[in-house]
């Protein structure tokens, strides 16, 4: 357990004009993990210096409390930066919902989407077993310009397929992508 006062210094380095300063801050409050934590990282999400920003992301990752998740799905969507969106998509691998599906495949449409971005989506795709995902998985494994997509879209389509109990109407696929040198 931990006091008050340490809590306190640790509000206050958050607020310290040093970046280096909060980046230690949002490092000891993702190992403390205080009640109502997320409400200490948020106004970090917007700082001017994009490794705090990074490091916010990483601590609500860590700290895996649902709350963060409208947070996450919010720099995803409105970040100019990619790595923070890449960050973003990474930490909402802790959490699974209807809205971090929908987030996961608006994101997969967006043409800013980076080649890292789409690899972070198709490693997580896996957790939702349902038509539209399924289908999304087979085109970025048939169609993607990028072997790390497919290669990862291919991944967590075998587990599906196995969950599914191996659908025959899926060898047709399997053999496209078994022809597939980089991946089959």
Same mark, same amino acid.
């Given at each position: 357990?931990?006091?008050?006062?340490?809590?306190?210094?640790?509000?206050?380095?958050?607020?310290?004009?040093?970046?280096?300063?909060?980046?230690?801050?949002?490092?000891?409050?993702?190992?403390?993990?205080?009640?109502?934590?997320?409400?200490?990282? /948020?106004? =970090?999400?917007?700082?001017? *210096? %994009?490794? @705090?920003?990074?490091?916010?992301?990483?601590?609500?990752?860590?700290?895996? #409390?649902?709350?963060?998740?409208?947070?996450?799905?919010?720099?995803?969507?409105?970040?100019?930066?990619?790595?923070?969106?890449?960050?973003?998509?990474?930490?909402?691998?802790?959490?699974?919902?209807?809205?971090?599906?929908?987030?996961?495949?608006?994101?997969?449409?967006?043409?800013?989407?980076?080649?890292?971005?789409?690899?972070?989506?198709? /490693?997580? =795709?896996?957790?939702?077993? *349902? %038509?539209? @995902?399924?289908?999304?998985?087979?085109?970025?494994?048939?169609?993607?310009? #990028?072997?790390?997509?497919?290669?990862?879209?291919?991944?967590?389509?075998?587990?599906?397929?196995?969950?599914?109990?191996?659908?025959?109407?899926?060898?047709?696929?399997?053999?496209?992508?078994?022809?597939?040198?980089?991946?089959?």
């Amino acid at each position: 357990m931990y006091d008050s006062t340490l809590l306190q210094v640790l509000r206050e380095q958050l607020k310290d004009s040093s970046p280096t300063e909060r980046q230690y801050a949002l490092d000891r409050v993702s190992d403390l993990a205080p009640l109502d934590a997320v409400n200490l990282i /948020i106004p =970090l999400l917007q700082d001017k *210096d %994009e490794n @705090v920003c990074i490091e916010a992301i990483a601590c609500l990752r860590d700290l895996r #409390d649902p709350a963060a998740i409208t947070y996450l799905i919010d720099i995803d969507e409105t970040t100019l930066s990619q790595r923070c969106q890449e960050n973003a998509l990474a930490a909402l691998s802790g959490f699974t919902g209807p809205e971090v599906r929908s987030c996961l495949l608006r994101t997969l449409t967006s043409l800013q989407t980076s080649n890292i971005a789409r690899m972070k989506i198709a /490693i997580q =795709l896996w957790r939702y077993v *349902d %038509e539209e @995902v399924i289908e999304v998985l087979k085109d970025l494994v048939l169609n993607d310009n #990028d072997r790390n997509v497919r290669s990862h879209a291919a991944d967590s389509l075998e587990l599906l397929f196995r969950v599914l109990k191996c659908p025959p109407e899926w060898t047709s696929f399997w053999n496209k992508v078994f022809e597939d040198p980089e991946i089959g």
